[in-house]
Nanobody, 127 residues
Framework: VQLQASGGGLVQAGGSLRLSCAVS????????IAWFRQAPGKEREFVAA????????NYADSVKGRFTISRDNAKNTAYLQMNSLKPEDTAVYYC?????????????????????WGQGTQVTVSS
């Protein structure tokens, strides 16, 4: 199983980026997808998650209203549209592939609940 994250880069505060996560090696449509991020010296934190069907999404409070997670099961790809970026959004962003369904919304936000991880893509927001 491979997850290839892309789309990171350097952007000014207030700008936008769109991250992509291309998945191969398993049935993409049977898995929840999430984005996490990790800034230097900090723990990996939850950003957003989407259910296997795309019917439900979950966001960290810090990105609600600015970020949008989506998926295209026909293309085996997930996306994270990031608008109104802030310097505190600077981090390495990782996509992760998990189970089809979790028993609680909380589990969608926990890194240990996800089995497969991409290599990460750097997002840097300048002030």
């Amino acid at each position: 199983v491979q997850l290839q994250a892309s789309g990171g880069g350097l952007v000014q505060a207030g700008g936008s980026l769109r991250l992509s996560c291309a998945v191969s090696g398993l049935t993409f449509g049977n898995s929840a997808i999430a984005w996490f991020r990790q800034a230097p010296g900090k723990e990996r934190e939850f950003v957003a998650a989407i259910t296997w069907s795309g019917g439900s999404t979950n966001y960290a409070d810090s990105v609600k209203g600015r970020f949008t997670i989506s998926r295209d099961n026909a293309k085996n790809t997930a996306y994270l549209q990031m608008n109104s970026l802030k310097p505190e959004d600077t981090a390495v962003y990782y996509c992760a592939l998990g189970a089809r369904v979790y028993s609680s919304n909380y589990l969608y936000t926990v890194p240990s609940a996800y089995k497969y991880w991409g290599q990460g893509t750097q997002v840097t927001v300048s002030s």
